[in-house]
Nanobody, 124 residues
């Protein structure tokens, strides 16, 4: 099983990025998936998650109204559209997939498979 995250980069405050997470050897549409991030010197935190059918989503309070999570089950891919980026959004972003549940969860322990992380840097 492999989750390949991409789309990170360096942007100025107010800019946008779209992260993608492509799954290999894994049926992503069956399970709940999420994005986490880890800022320098901080613990990893749940940014957003989405249930199997996309009917339930969760957003970290600080990203509400700026980030949008989506999934294309036909392409076995997860996305995170990030708009109005601020320096506090800087960090390594990880995609994650559950292996037993279709629900949306922001708890790390619920996720079995993790991508390698993609760096997002927002300059002021």
């Amino acid at each position: 099983v492999q989750l390949q995250a991409s789309g990170g980069g360096l942007v100025q405050t107010g800019g946008s990025l779209r992260l993608s997470c492509a799954a290999s050897n894994f049926i992503l549409p069956y399970y709940g998936v999420a994005w986490f991030r880890q800022a320098p010197g901080k613990e990893r935190e749940g940014v957003s998650c989405i249930s199997r059918l996309g009917t339930t989503t969760y957003y970290l309070e600080s990203v509400k109204g700026r980030f949008t999570i989506s999934r294309d089950n036909a392409k076995n891919t997860l996305y995170l559209q990030m708009n109005s980026l601020i320096p506090e959004d800087t960090g390594v972003y990880y995609c994650a997939a559950q292996s037993r549940s279709a629900t949306c969860s922001n708890r790390e322990r619920d996720y079995r498979y993790w991508g390698q992380g993609t760096q997002v840097t927002v300059s002021s």
